[in-house]
């Protein structure tokens, strides 16, 4: 009995140590499941997360290619062609798909307008570290909304970035004609040292743009003349194009309402601060040879056969840095040339020996930032010579600016002159058109001069309505700018 009742006792034991170690083996087992489903529910929320974000960031650059109406050409070699400005030649097979009926109203009563540049071959999209800061909405209605809404330019900062990722270089063009041979597109000068520089001075993560010239196959040896330089025309080895395939955009760029200018400093020594009719000259060279401006760009301008280049600084709307400027209103502003370390050297010793030489009389105020037409540049230069027989104006007291934080009936008066440029804050309603002749006078030391104003034109002199204030001659509150123009 003693030996059966041991036995049932050690079974039963045996049996209640197999379930607490069943016990134990079940609990762990289900930690390990839980952990398991939460890390996999982790996992593919993740996924989710990223898939969201990619279709997010593949329709924020989809909204952009919606805005400009974009239908892709193909790539294409690049022979070099004369011209003076934006104006490409292409095959009569683009033309065909052009004037097909895939093309559609994309430029209705606009020339066509395309995007050139060399693809990036080790591009991968998203490329840009403002793309990935993208973060799509909880909403899928505000998600559409963020996309589309391609109005406000900072909106679209991201895909401008996105595209200097995606080309090694690239700008914006127009055609000149049909005659290329197929597979080809010849670009003139201004394209190719848009597309080259744009390149060089671009980030050094940027693998550079090899660069060849053009080799008339017929093996002639004849140089071209001026007189076989029409824009349109093939022009063998004349200057350096790019040596990789050119990628070719069609698409509907905005129209233009404003930009700046900045003269290269070739062009202020050769005097474009003395033309006496800018507007003239910028109407007669960029309606003939552009239909694009694009930031980055330089521009040629001629007046009396000299040659004048302009930076394209700023564009207004800058949406995509780029604007047609066809059957539109610009704006234009120019703006001044950065110095070098050297040449804010020479401003800084050239304006401390004007103000030793000759300091300034009390209440005489002598401009901001003006240029002058060398290489070194001064505020409130007076022109270098000055005969005896011009007048001159002794030293006055200008009538004080209003207070800096009134804006109501302040004008911002700027006048640009052969030396330069200044600036004055003046109050339309108490200061005269003799208080603006006076701060004029005060720029140049002269006042054998008048005022004009370009767009539109008026002409202001000292001799007529010399009391009349700035209001009552028109000029109210804001900005104005007026041109000096010796008499």
């Known amino acids: 009995m ?36 939460k890390q996999a529910a982790r996992l593919r929320a993740e996924r989710e997360r ?28 690049p022979t070099s062609i004369f011209g003076d400005g934006d ?47 993208l973060k799509p909405p909880k909403d899928e209605d505000e998600d559409l909304m963020a996309v589309d809404s391609d109005d406000d330019d900072d909106n679209m900062e991201a895909y401008r970035d996105e595209l200097k990722h995606k080309y090694l270089a690239y700008t914006h063009c127009t055609v000149v004609e049909f005659t290329q041979d197929e597979g080809h597109v010849g670009i003139p000068q201004p394209i190719a040292k848009a597309l080259l520089e744009k390149n060089s001075s671009s980030n050094s993560s940027i693998k550079p743009i090899p660069i060849k010239r053009t080799v008339d196959p017929a093996g002639a040896t004849e140089e071209n003349t001026e007189s076989s330089q029409t824009p ?5 080895g004349a200057f350096d194009i790019p040596d990789m395939q050119l990628d070719i955009t069609l698409l509907k760029l905005p129209k233009g309402k404003g930009c700046t200018l900045v003269p290269t400093k070739e062009a202020i020594q050769h005097g474009f601060y003395g033309l006496k009719d800018i507007k003239l000259v910028l109407e007669q060279s960029l309606i003939r040879t552009r239909a694009t401006l694009s930031v980055g760009d330089i521009v040629n301008t001629w007046h009396r056969g000299v040659q004048f280049d302009l930076n394209v600084t700023k564009i207004i709307p800058a949406t995509f840095n780029a604007v047609t400027s066809i059957n539109t209103d610009i704006e234009v502003d120019f703006g001044q040339p950065e110095l070098s370390p050297e040449e804010q050297q020479q401003q800084n010793a ?25 290489s070194s540049f001064t505020t409130g230069a007076a022109p270098a010579a000055v005969s005896s027989d011009q007048a001159t104006t002794p030293a006055i007291d200008l009538l004080p600016e209003p207070p800096a934080d ?51 034109r008026r002409v202001f002199t000292l001799s007529e309505n010399q009391s009349s204030t700035l209001a009552e001659a028109g000029i109210q509150q804001g900005q104005e700018r007026f041109m000096m123009e010796f008499l």
């Open 406 to 456: 009134q804006k109501e009936g302040v004008c911002l008066v700027q006048i640009q002159h052969t030396g330069g440029h200044g600036k004055r804050r003046l109050l339309t309603t108490e200061a005269k058109i003799q208080d603006l002749f006076a701060f004029a006078s005060s720029l140049v030391g002269r006042s054998d001069f008048r005022l004009v104003t370009r767009f539109p």
């Open 350 to 374: 050239a304006q401390q020996s004007s103000s030793i030489e000759k300091p300034a009389s009390p209440g005489r105020s002598l401009g901001s930032g003006g240029q002058t037409l060398g």
């Open 87 to 133: 104006k490409i030649a292409l095959s009569p097979s683009v033309l065909e798909k052009l004037t097909s009926a895939e093309s559609g109203d994309n430029n209705v009563g606009n020339p066509w307008t395309f995007r050139i540049g060399v693809l990036n071959p080790d591009y991968k999209f998203p490329s840009s570290p403002l793309i990935h800061t």
């Open 50 to 77: 990223k898939k969201r974000l990619e279709e997010h960031q593949q329709k924020y650059m989809h909204g952009g290619d919606r805005s400009l109406q974009i239908k892709h050409l193909g790539s294409f070699s």
């Open 2 to 37: 003693d030996f059966e009742d041991s036995v049932k006792r050690l079974a039963k034991d045996q049996s209640k140590v197999r379930g607490k170690r069943d016990l134990v083996i079940s609990q762990k087992a289900k930690r390990q499941a839980e952990y398991q489903r």
């Open 232 to 236: 349109g025309h093939l022009a063998w």
